[in-house]
């Protein structure tokens, strides 16, 4: 089996193509294993589809399934225009929140995520305001001045109570600073794409950005979020780090 290992601004996916659907859970877990196997925070499997490029099917480094990753769909995108499954510069797959279009330019792709539902502005927990925003996916979103400094266990609390992932982000002058618990993964990321956007989504209803923003991951590099004509876009470049072979 031919694996191609993909970094989303040090979020980092393992791509496999495959004819049919099946449970790839445990593959998923062999696979993304730090130690033992190529080493992921998820798996990214394209499958054909009758009207779309592909649709995937999206596993996280545990095994359990998730509807939506940004930075997995920017990852994908270039993959599949690498592969010629997409081509001229556009990708539009399928995924379990809806179907995704990303535009590849080189190591730039840019996807049109789906559209955000705010489920509450007025969750409060240990005495702070947090928001609770779908963005494919659902995530806690805090507002803090200072980030330097993430609680592990409260994330794991909160995300074992919401069932969530859970963010926590500072603004600087129309630039956002996130850091992102993810369920799945079950620690911090070094970038989380919608938990990136929902932070967004909390930052620009509060009037505290305007629709085009710098928003930095932990990893520290720079991605672009804008919404346009009600679409959310999430930009950033990509890096295909190695092709292998490994046992199916």
């Known amino acids: 089996m031919t694996v191609t290992k993909y970094s989303a601004n040090g979020n980092d996916f393992v791509m496999i193509i495959k004819k049919k659907k099946k449970d790839r859970s445990k593959l998923a877990q062999r696979l993304c294993h730090r130690q033992n196997g190529v080493g992921a925070d998820g798996l990214v499997v394209l499958i054909p589809h009758p009207e779309y490029d592909f649709e995937w ?29 997409s081509q001229d510069g556009i990708a539009e797959f399928l995924t379990g929140a ?68 859970v963010n926590i982000c500072k603004i600087v002058e129309n630039t956002l600073y996130v850091r992102t618990y993810e369920r799945g993964v079950e620690d911090e990321t070094l970038a989380c794409g919608t938990g990136m956007v929902a932070s967004f989504v909390r930052a620009y209803g509060e009037n505290l950005v305007n629709e085009n923003v710098k928003i930095f991951p932990r990893s520290g590099d720079e991605l672009y979020i804008s919404l346009e004509d009600d679409v959310y ?13 490994t046992i199916d």
């Open 98 to 165: 809806g179907v995704i279009r990303a535009r590849v330019n080189g190591l730039y792709v840019v996807s049109d995520m789906t559209k955000p539902i705010i489920l509450s502005q007025e969750i409060q927990e240990d005495d702070e305001n947090w928001w609770f925003v779908d963005t494919g996916v659902p995530h806690l979103v805090a507002i803090r001045e200072n980030i330097d400094e993430f609680d592990i266990e409260q994330a794991r609390r909160l995300r074992n109570k919401y069932n969530c992932n």
């Open 57 to 85: 099917e999206f596993y996280n480094a545990d095994g359990s399934t998730a509807t939506m990753c940004g930075n997995a769909s920017r990852a994908v995108a270039h993959f599949a225009m690498q592969k010629g499954i």
């Open 233 to 245: 876009r999430f930009g950033g470049k990509v890096t295909q780090t190695f092709v292998a072979q």
